[in-house]
Protein backbone atom coordinates (compact mmCIF):
# COMPACT_ATOMS: atom_id res chain seq x y z
CA UNK A 1 0.00 0.00 0.00
CA UNK A 2 2.61 2.38 0.79
CA UNK A 3 4.72 2.06 -2.18
CA UNK A 4 1.25 2.75 -4.19
CA UNK A 5 0.40 6.12 -2.29
CA UNK A 6 3.99 7.08 -2.82
CA UNK A 7 3.44 6.77 -6.67
CA UNK A 8 0.19 8.46 -6.18
CA UNK A 9 1.59 11.52 -3.94
CA UNK A 10 3.27 12.86 -6.86
CA UNK A 11 -0.34 14.29 -8.20
CA UNK A 12 -1.80 14.71 -4.98
CA UNK A 13 -3.91 18.08 -4.90
CA UNK A 14 -2.56 18.81 -1.30
CA UNK A 15 0.83 19.31 -2.26
CA UNK A 16 3.04 21.98 -2.96
CA UNK A 17 1.71 23.48 -6.66
CA UNK A 18 4.62 23.22 -9.25
CA UNK A 19 5.30 26.76 -10.58
CA UNK A 20 7.80 27.66 -13.55
CA UNK A 21 10.59 30.38 -12.70
CA UNK A 22 11.89 32.15 -15.90
CA UNK A 23 14.57 33.88 -15.66
CA UNK A 24 15.95 36.87 -18.52
CA UNK A 25 19.83 36.98 -17.71
CA UNK A 26 21.31 40.45 -17.41
CA UNK A 27 19.30 42.98 -19.46
CA UNK A 28 21.03 45.29 -21.83
CA UNK A 29 20.53 48.85 -22.62
CA UNK A 30 19.02 49.80 -25.88
CA UNK A 31 21.76 50.13 -28.11
CA UNK A 32 23.83 47.17 -25.96
CA UNK A 33 24.16 43.65 -27.42
CA UNK A 34 20.89 41.20 -26.68
CA UNK A 35 21.44 39.37 -23.69
CA UNK A 36 21.40 35.48 -23.81
CA UNK A 37 19.11 33.17 -24.31
CA UNK A 38 15.76 33.31 -21.74
CA UNK A 39 16.11 29.81 -19.63
CA UNK A 40 13.67 28.65 -17.48
CA UNK A 41 13.96 25.72 -14.17
CA UNK A 42 11.17 23.87 -12.75
CA UNK A 43 10.68 24.96 -8.94
CA UNK A 44 10.25 21.46 -8.09
CA UNK A 45 13.89 20.70 -8.56
CA UNK A 46 14.22 23.65 -5.63
CA UNK A 47 11.72 21.78 -3.61
CA UNK A 48 13.61 18.42 -3.48
CA UNK A 49 16.83 20.51 -2.76
CA UNK A 50 14.97 22.67 -0.24
CA UNK A 51 13.33 19.22 1.59
CA UNK A 52 15.22 16.23 2.83
CA UNK A 53 12.28 13.63 1.40
CA UNK A 54 9.47 14.12 -1.41
CA UNK A 55 6.01 14.20 0.01
CA UNK A 56 4.29 11.08 0.21
CA UNK A 57 7.27 9.33 0.72
CA UNK A 58 8.70 6.37 2.80
CA UNK A 59 10.80 8.63 4.21
CA UNK A 60 8.32 11.07 5.12
CA UNK A 61 5.53 8.87 6.59
CA UNK A 62 8.38 7.09 8.58
CA UNK A 63 9.34 10.66 10.08
CA UNK A 64 5.78 12.39 10.50
CA UNK A 65 4.94 8.58 12.47
CA UNK A 66 8.14 9.47 14.56
CA UNK A 67 6.26 12.96 14.84
CA UNK A 68 3.54 11.53 16.19
CA UNK A 69 5.20 9.27 18.84
CA UNK A 70 6.49 12.34 20.22
CA UNK A 71 3.28 14.78 20.03
CA UNK A 72 1.23 11.78 21.46
CA UNK A 73 3.56 9.94 23.87
CA UNK A 74 4.70 13.35 25.50
CA UNK A 75 1.81 15.27 25.61
CA UNK A 76 -0.30 12.38 27.42
CA UNK A 77 2.69 11.55 29.91
CA UNK A 78 2.47 14.73 31.12
CA UNK A 79 -1.11 15.33 32.11
CA UNK A 80 -0.84 11.82 33.54
CA UNK A 81 -1.96 13.77 36.99
CA UNK A 82 -4.80 15.40 35.38
CA UNK A 83 -6.16 11.97 33.50
CA UNK A 84 -5.58 10.01 37.15
CA UNK A 85 -8.33 12.51 38.81
CA UNK A 86 -10.03 12.50 36.04
CA UNK A 87 -10.42 8.56 35.58
CA UNK A 88 -11.51 8.42 39.36
CA UNK A 89 -14.27 11.12 39.04
CA UNK A 90 -16.01 9.08 36.44
CA UNK A 91 -15.24 5.67 38.50
CA UNK A 92 -16.36 6.86 42.09
CA UNK A 93 -18.29 10.66 41.64
CA UNK A 94 -19.32 10.22 45.18
CA UNK A 95 -15.52 10.05 46.51
CA UNK A 96 -13.73 12.30 44.02
CA UNK A 97 -16.83 15.16 44.19
CA UNK A 98 -14.57 17.46 41.80
CA UNK A 99 -11.18 17.91 40.24
CA UNK A 100 -10.25 19.91 42.90
CA UNK A 101 -11.53 17.68 45.67
CA UNK A 102 -9.91 14.64 43.27
CA UNK A 103 -6.70 16.38 43.90
CA UNK A 104 -6.92 16.51 46.69
CA UNK A 105 -8.05 13.28 48.36
CA UNK A 106 -5.47 11.51 45.98
CA UNK A 107 -2.50 13.55 47.82
CA UNK A 108 -3.83 12.88 50.73
CA UNK A 109 -4.17 9.18 50.25
CA UNK A 110 -1.29 8.36 48.05
CA UNK A 111 0.76 11.48 47.98
CA UNK A 112 2.68 13.17 45.52
CA UNK A 113 4.20 9.64 44.01
CA UNK A 114 0.54 8.98 43.76
CA UNK A 115 -0.34 11.04 40.83
CA UNK A 116 2.03 9.57 38.69
CA UNK A 117 0.08 6.45 38.61
CA UNK A 118 0.01 4.69 34.98
CA UNK A 119 3.04 6.88 34.13
CA UNK A 120 4.56 3.80 32.24
CA UNK A 121 1.68 2.43 30.05
CA UNK A 122 0.08 6.02 29.43
CA UNK A 123 3.71 6.61 27.25
CA UNK A 124 3.65 3.60 26.02
CA UNK A 125 0.33 2.88 24.75
CA UNK A 126 0.09 6.57 23.55
CA UNK A 127 3.48 6.57 21.76
CA UNK A 128 2.09 3.52 19.62
CA UNK A 129 -1.40 5.48 19.23
CA UNK A 130 0.77 8.22 17.66
CA UNK A 131 2.67 6.33 15.29
CA UNK A 132 -0.08 4.74 13.79
CA UNK A 133 -2.55 8.22 14.03
CA UNK A 134 -0.35 10.75 12.41
CA UNK A 135 1.63 8.11 10.35
CA UNK A 136 -1.81 6.58 8.67
CA UNK A 137 -3.50 9.78 8.58
CA UNK A 138 -0.79 11.19 6.10
CA UNK A 139 -1.12 7.74 4.38
CA UNK A 140 -4.76 8.10 4.10
CA UNK A 141 -5.12 11.71 3.23
CA UNK A 142 -2.89 11.17 0.10
CA UNK A 143 -4.69 7.80 -0.66
CA UNK A 144 -8.49 9.31 -0.46
CA UNK A 145 -7.39 12.66 -1.92
CA UNK A 146 -6.06 10.64 -5.07
CA UNK A 147 -9.16 8.14 -5.18
CA UNK A 148 -11.28 11.56 -5.33
CA UNK A 149 -9.46 13.70 -7.95
CA UNK A 150 -8.19 16.79 -7.90
CA UNK A 151 -11.50 18.87 -7.67
CA UNK A 152 -13.49 16.57 -5.83
CA UNK A 153 -10.76 16.38 -3.13
CA UNK A 154 -10.94 20.31 -2.77
CA UNK A 155 -14.69 20.25 -2.78
CA UNK A 156 -15.37 17.54 -0.12
CA UNK A 157 -12.02 18.40 1.56
CA UNK A 158 -13.90 17.95 5.02
CA UNK A 159 -15.20 14.53 4.25
CA UNK A 160 -11.89 13.67 2.96
CA UNK A 161 -10.31 14.72 6.37
CA UNK A 162 -12.87 13.05 8.61
CA UNK A 163 -12.60 9.68 6.43
CA UNK A 164 -8.52 9.68 6.46
CA UNK A 165 -8.48 10.38 10.39
CA UNK A 166 -11.52 7.73 11.19
CA UNK A 167 -9.31 4.95 8.89
CA UNK A 168 -6.14 6.00 10.87
CA UNK A 169 -7.55 5.71 14.28
CA UNK A 170 -8.92 2.38 13.93
CA UNK A 171 -5.45 1.25 13.74
CA UNK A 172 -4.04 3.59 16.31
CA UNK A 173 -6.72 2.28 19.23
CA UNK A 174 -5.84 -1.29 18.70
CA UNK A 175 -2.74 -0.64 19.12
CA UNK A 176 -3.40 1.55 21.99
CA UNK A 177 -5.96 -0.92 23.78
CA UNK A 178 -3.93 -2.99 26.34
CA UNK A 179 -1.86 -0.37 27.33
CA UNK A 180 -4.87 1.82 28.42
CA UNK A 181 -6.18 -1.18 29.81
CA UNK A 182 -3.52 -1.65 32.39
CA UNK A 183 -3.42 2.64 33.19
CA UNK A 184 -6.92 2.64 34.47
CA UNK A 185 -6.29 -0.84 36.33
CA UNK A 186 -3.67 0.99 37.97
CA UNK A 187 -5.38 4.28 38.81
CA UNK A 188 -8.26 3.34 39.64
CA UNK A 189 -8.65 0.31 41.60
CA UNK A 190 -6.56 0.36 44.49
CA UNK A 191 -4.26 -2.08 45.74
CA UNK A 192 -4.44 -4.02 42.37
CA UNK A 193 -1.56 -3.25 40.88
CA UNK A 194 1.04 0.27 40.81
CA UNK A 195 3.25 -1.01 38.05
CA UNK A 196 2.85 -2.17 34.64
CA UNK A 197 5.35 -4.75 35.49
CA UNK A 198 3.00 -5.74 37.92
CA UNK A 199 -0.50 -4.90 36.28
CA UNK A 200 -0.02 -6.97 32.93
CA UNK A 201 0.81 -10.54 34.25
CA UNK A 202 -1.68 -9.97 36.78
CA UNK A 203 -4.26 -9.07 33.95
CA UNK A 204 -3.02 -11.89 31.59
CA UNK A 205 -3.64 -14.44 34.50
CA UNK A 206 -7.02 -13.05 35.34
CA UNK A 207 -8.59 -13.06 32.07
CA UNK A 208 -6.20 -14.09 29.71
CA UNK A 209 -5.79 -11.75 26.65
CA UNK A 210 -9.44 -10.25 27.08
CA UNK A 211 -8.72 -8.42 29.06
CA UNK A 212 -6.43 -5.77 27.23
CA UNK A 213 -8.86 -5.65 24.38
CA UNK A 214 -12.40 -6.06 26.06
CA UNK A 215 -11.98 -2.00 26.22
CA UNK A 216 -10.90 -1.61 22.46
CA UNK A 217 -14.91 -0.69 20.83
CA UNK A 218 -15.54 1.61 23.28
CA UNK A 219 -12.25 2.97 22.58
CA UNK A 220 -13.20 3.06 18.81
CA UNK A 221 -16.45 4.74 20.37
CA UNK A 222 -14.24 7.58 22.09
CA UNK A 223 -11.26 8.12 20.08
CA UNK A 224 -12.78 7.89 16.24
CA UNK A 225 -15.64 10.58 17.10
CA UNK A 226 -12.54 12.59 19.11
CA UNK A 227 -9.60 12.13 16.25
CA UNK A 228 -12.46 12.93 13.40
CA UNK A 229 -12.83 16.02 15.26
CA UNK A 230 -9.24 16.77 15.36
CA UNK A 231 -7.62 16.74 12.37
CA UNK A 232 -10.81 17.88 10.36
CA UNK A 233 -11.50 20.93 12.95
CA UNK A 234 -7.96 21.38 12.88
CA UNK A 235 -7.41 21.33 9.45
CA UNK A 236 -10.73 23.97 8.65
CA UNK A 237 -9.27 26.34 11.73
CA UNK A 238 -6.17 26.58 10.00
CA UNK A 239 -7.10 27.71 6.69
CA UNK A 240 -9.75 30.06 8.57
CA UNK A 241 -7.27 31.77 10.28
CA UNK A 242 -5.01 32.00 7.78
CA UNK A 243 -7.93 33.67 5.37
CA UNK A 244 -9.58 35.91 7.69
CA UNK A 245 -6.71 36.23 11.24
CA UNK A 246 -3.64 36.02 10.36
CA UNK A 247 -3.04 39.89 8.05
CA UNK A 248 -0.72 38.51 5.46
CA UNK A 249 -0.44 34.83 3.58
CA UNK A 250 1.17 31.55 4.89
CA UNK A 251 4.24 31.90 2.39
CA UNK A 252 4.92 35.36 4.03
CA UNK A 253 5.33 33.98 7.58
CA UNK A 254 8.08 33.00 9.19
CA UNK A 255 8.37 29.29 10.78
CA UNK A 256 7.55 30.64 14.55
CA UNK A 257 4.60 32.64 13.59
CA UNK A 258 3.22 29.27 11.73
CA UNK A 259 4.06 27.42 14.58
CA UNK A 260 1.77 29.85 16.78
CA UNK A 261 -1.23 29.66 14.16
CA UNK A 262 -0.91 25.23 14.89
CA UNK A 263 -0.97 25.75 18.10
CA UNK A 264 -3.92 28.23 18.02
CA UNK A 265 -6.01 26.00 15.91
CA UNK A 266 -5.16 22.72 17.56
CA UNK A 267 -6.34 24.08 21.48
CA UNK A 268 -9.52 25.26 19.46
CA UNK A 269 -9.64 21.65 17.78
CA UNK A 270 -9.12 20.10 21.50
CA UNK A 271 -12.33 21.77 22.91
CA UNK A 272 -14.68 20.31 20.24
CA UNK A 273 -12.82 17.00 20.55
CA UNK A 274 -13.08 16.70 24.24
CA UNK A 275 -17.23 17.57 24.52
CA UNK A 276 -17.67 14.72 21.37
CA UNK A 277 -15.58 12.20 22.71
CA UNK A 278 -16.70 12.53 26.55
CA UNK A 279 -19.30 10.18 27.37
CA UNK A 280 -17.80 6.97 25.52
CA UNK A 281 -14.31 8.07 27.70
CA UNK A 282 -16.51 7.85 30.99
CA UNK A 283 -17.48 4.27 29.64
CA UNK A 284 -14.12 2.98 29.31
CA UNK A 285 -12.43 4.50 32.59
CA UNK A 286 -15.69 2.33 34.18
CA UNK A 287 -15.40 -0.46 31.57
CA UNK A 288 -11.63 -1.17 32.51
CA UNK A 289 -11.93 -1.02 35.97
CA UNK A 290 -15.51 -3.87 36.48
CA UNK A 291 -15.20 -6.97 35.28
CA UNK A 292 -17.65 -9.02 33.36
CA UNK A 293 -19.67 -5.71 32.51
CA UNK A 294 -20.74 -4.62 28.85
CA UNK A 295 -20.43 -1.05 27.70
CA UNK A 296 -24.33 -1.43 27.21
CA UNK A 297 -24.66 -1.68 30.24
CA UNK A 298 -22.13 0.71 31.89
CA UNK A 299 -23.87 3.13 29.68
CA UNK A 300 -27.11 2.30 30.76
CA UNK A 301 -26.12 2.49 34.64
CA UNK A 302 -24.18 5.26 34.61
CA UNK A 303 -27.10 7.63 32.63
CA UNK A 304 -26.96 10.89 30.77
CA UNK A 305 -25.77 12.55 33.56
CA UNK A 306 -23.39 10.12 34.74
CA UNK A 307 -21.13 10.21 31.23
CA UNK A 308 -20.81 14.03 31.39
CA UNK A 309 -18.94 13.69 34.79
CA UNK A 310 -15.56 15.05 34.63
CA UNK A 311 -15.90 17.30 31.24
CA UNK A 312 -14.64 20.45 32.39
CA UNK A 313 -11.35 18.48 33.85
CA UNK A 314 -11.17 16.81 30.07
CA UNK A 315 -11.39 20.26 28.26
CA UNK A 316 -8.70 21.26 30.34
CA UNK A 317 -7.04 18.59 29.91
CA UNK A 318 -7.84 17.59 25.95
CA UNK A 319 -7.43 21.21 24.34
CA UNK A 320 -3.72 21.64 26.12
CA UNK A 321 -2.97 18.20 24.86
CA UNK A 322 -4.25 18.69 21.67
CA UNK A 323 -2.75 22.36 21.08
CA UNK A 324 0.67 20.66 22.57
CA UNK A 325 0.43 17.66 20.29
CA UNK A 326 -0.27 19.56 16.76
CA UNK A 327 3.21 22.19 17.60
CA UNK A 328 5.05 19.35 18.68
CA UNK A 329 3.63 17.40 15.45
CA UNK A 330 4.43 20.39 13.44
CA UNK A 331 7.91 21.29 14.93
CA UNK A 332 9.22 17.69 14.16
CA UNK A 333 8.33 18.35 10.24
CA UNK A 334 9.96 21.98 10.53
CA UNK A 335 13.41 20.65 12.07
CA UNK A 336 13.89 17.51 9.63
CA UNK A 337 12.20 20.13 6.90
CA UNK A 338 9.32 17.90 5.53
CA UNK A 339 7.00 19.26 3.00
CA UNK A 340 4.31 21.22 4.79
CA UNK A 341 1.97 22.25 1.65
CA UNK A 342 -0.33 25.18 2.36
CA UNK A 343 -3.87 24.98 2.60
CA UNK A 344 -5.84 23.79 0.14
CA UNK A 345 -6.80 26.16 -2.79
CA UNK A 346 -9.47 26.02 -6.04
CA UNK A 347 -8.51 24.33 -8.27
CA UNK A 348 -7.88 26.47 -11.46
CA UNK A 349 -9.80 23.95 -13.82
CA UNK A 350 -12.64 24.18 -10.96
CA UNK A 351 -12.60 28.28 -11.09
CA UNK A 352 -13.20 27.97 -14.79
CA UNK A 353 -16.06 25.65 -14.69
CA UNK A 354 -17.74 27.42 -11.77
CA UNK A 355 -17.03 30.99 -13.99
CA UNK A 356 -14.75 32.25 -11.25
CA UNK A 357 -11.75 33.72 -13.95
CA UNK A 358 -12.22 35.07 -16.87
Known amino acids: MFSSVAHLARAN ?200 YKGVAPLWMRQIPYTMMKFACFERTVEALYKFVVPKPRSECSKAEQLVVTFVAGYIAGVFCAIVSHPADSVVSVLNKEKGSSATQVLQRLGFKGVWKGLFARIIMIGTLTALQWFIYDSVKVYFRLPRPPPPEMPESLKKKLGLTQ
Open 13 to 212: PFNAPQLQLVYDGPRSGPAGPPGPPRRSRNLAAAAVEEYSCEYGSMKFYALCGFGGVLSCGLTHTAVVPLDLVKCRMQVDPQKYKGIFNGFSVTLKEDGVRGLAKGWAPTFIGYSMQGLCKFGFYEVFKVLYSNMLGEENAYLWRTSLYLAASASAEFFADIALAPMEAAKVRIQTQPGYANTLRDAAPKMYKEEGLKAF
